[in-house]
């Protein structure tokens, strides 16, 4: 049985990361933190099969299970045909943020909305690495492709981002 403190420890090391993927699939912080808290109850009844993983397992295991739950949320909100709008902050506390978003909130708006119309694989890679700090091979073992994969989708994205960008 997982002691409470380690399941803490997990929580703490991870929640962050779960909701940053989150958001980058639901673009909504209610959404993102339903999904967050959801990942998190499983993780619980799974507290076991956890304890006996190792951290890039855990990240990845954690990983699959909010893109599912994502997923599957997003399939249900269209068959019920509902549509949410984006929050006009995509965190409460922006020192978190990277330097190049601490900008006005309408460069901020728009680049928010740059990164929303990427292509859902592009836009997810992005918000793990901008958003939850995770390095390329974290991100490549979580997505479960190589490193080089990330890679060229960072730079994939970041060029999408830059055409995007001088357009607006």
Known sequence: MMARWEFEAIYKAFSRMVYWAAYGVTKSESDAGDVTQE????????????????????????YRVCINLCMDNKRKLKREQLSDELPETAVENEAELPEVFAVNAEQRRIIRQAVEDLPDIYRETVMLHYFSGLQYGDIAAMQGVSEGTVKSRMARAKAKLAKALERR
Do not use: C, H, V
């Open 39 to 62: 990942t998190f109850i499983r993780a619980l009844k799974y507290a076991d099969k956890l304890k006996d993983m190792e951290e890039a397992q855990i990240k990845a295991w954690l």
